[in-house]
């Protein structure tokens, strides 16, 4: 039986009961279900109310629609934000207390990544204790691309996956496929489309616990990501930018390719990257989203960010022209202004 509870955000979020499980699903398939801040928000309410519900057995998210799980956050809606600090911090600090929400959550939480995962969407599904790729899936962190960090707790999942895919993974932007998200350890299992009805179905009848069922709908595949493990754990590995981009350099026409797309981001978004994914490998989740709440509350106050987004998703000129432009000109202590405490404090988790 569904029930739908409630929808939220003006049914951006649709809240059901089907079973013993509490289903969310992301409505925007125009937007490609990017969220913005009433959507985190209306999360949030779900999964605090459902704590306290001994009805509840597991939750599970989706996005509506063939063609995305969940692009990420609307990031152009913030770069209109950019004189309005409160808007700005708002939109960042209720996503993040999300997140740290979804990694905390004492039930079983699974998210059926089928289509984009990017941005905002990792941030739905990583911290998760189940997740789920399929054909469609497609996960990316294109945030030096745009003059931003990958955030919403990225900094610390990423540097726990195996070897140095995570470092690649933040830096790059690079996109994997369903089968590369489960040797990645980005996803948990790998079912394939045509059992997700069934999926469904059996995680709504909740007789089984949530991991059993997907060991059984589980199929193995072949990652094309696995031949790429060796180039990418020896040419990341290195403690600075400037350091991976001049191995990658000297390396195979792939490196050679890598290290040219480096050099086309945000030369301070890949600085603050690579150190805050060395510091949040040694934090927990809550550590790993102070920094990163930092890091975007000061961004708002420098330019690529605006930049970023302007070349790539508004006038898609694809030609930003970032400031400072080049690693070089970056040092120590332009980066660590942001990692200084907001005006407005530190994020919290009351």
């Not at 895919?165 to 998200?181: E, H, M, Q, S, V």
């Not at 709504?204 to 589980?218: Q, R, V, W, Y």
Request: aromatic share 8%.
């Amino acid at each position: 039986m569904t029930d739908t509870i409630y929808t939220g955000a003006a049914t951006d979020v649709v809240i059901e009961r089907r079973g013993r499980a509490l289903w969310l699903t992301l409505n925007r398939p125009a937007a490609l279900n990017a969220l913005t801040r009433p959507m985190c928000n209306t999360i949030q309410r779900a999964l605090y109310e459902s704590m306290g519900d001994a009805t509840v057995a597991l939750t599970v998210i989706e996005g509506a629609g063939e063609r995305a799980f969940c692009a990420g956050g609307d990031v152009v809606a913030m770069h209109g934000a950019r004189a309005d600090a409160a808007t700005w911090e708002g939109f960042f600090r209720d996503e993040y207390r999300m997140n740290q929400t979804i990694a905390r959550y004492p039930d079983p939480y699974v998210a059926i990544l089928d289509g984009i995962v990017m941005g905002g969407g990792v941030g739905l599904s990583i911290h998760g204790r189940y997740r789920v790729a399929t054909e469609r899936t497609l996960f990316a962190m294109p945030e030096t691309a745009i003059g931003i960090i990958p955030d919403v707790g990225a900094t610390h999942a990423l540097p726990r996956l195996p070897g140095e895919i995570g470092t690649w993974l933040a830096l790059t932007g690079a996109r994997l496929k369903g089968p590369d998200c489960h040797y990645a350890g980005i996803a948990t299992h790998y079912v394939p489309d045509d059992r997700l009805v069934v999926l469904r179905d059996l995680l709504a009848n909740g007789d089984e616990e949530p991991g059993a069922i997907l060991d059984t709908l589980h199929a193995d595949v072949e990652a094309p990501l696995e031949t790429l493990r060796d180039a990418i754990d020896f040419h990341f590995a290195h403690d600075t930018v400037e350091a991976i981009v001049a191995s990658l350099e000297t390396g195979d026409d792939w490196a050679r390719a890598t290290a040219a797309a480096m050099l086309a981001m945000s030369p301070t978004s890949l600085k603050l990257t690579l150190r805050a994914l060395h510091m949040g490998a040694g934090e927990e989740i809550e550590g790993a989203l102070r920094i990163e709440y930092r890091i975007v509350s000061h961004l708002r106050d420098h330019h690529d960010f605006f930049e970023g987004v302007r070349a790539v998703l508004i006038d898609k000129d694809k030609s930003p022209k970032w400031a400072p432009a080049t690693l070089a000109a970056i040092d120590d202590a332009t980066l660590d202004i942001y990692f200084a405490e907001p005006a407005s404090g530190d994020l919290d988790f009351e």
